[in-house]
């Protein structure tokens, strides 16, 4: 069973709602809420609905390689990361406080800062924008 299957299915625990036609999952088994769209016209849109209670979201859209993690960032902000691992781009796996990768065993806080190598660099930060109660994701076109 690969991940998007897990998530969609795997547990029997999770409930689905619907948000701005997008599907999010409250997962009692994941450390973060889901919420699975598409890119279109090189963007991802995020209802801020759609964090509930959490300020922490994991973003997967349909064809594009990697989860992006979104995550609220003082009053107004948020911060997009690539959970891409910057030492070999292996996808990152969420956790309660972070993101690891389970290639070679490096760590990133959730804000995308690297603690643990071997990689050397901090996660990638998408450009975002806040607006009429929704985040803009803006994907560049080199990492789909
Ligand atoms: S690819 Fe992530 S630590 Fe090597």
Redesign the pocket.
Known sequence: MNRRTFLAKGCALCTAVTVGGAAVLLQSCAPLPTFETRIEYGMITVPVAAFGSTDRLLVNAAAFPYSIALVKDGPAGMLALLLR?T????QLAPEARGYS?R????KFTAQGSVTRG??ARDLERLRTEVRDAHVYIHIPERTM
């Open positions: 691992c030492h070999a781009d292996a990768c290639m070679h065993g490096s071997p990689a």
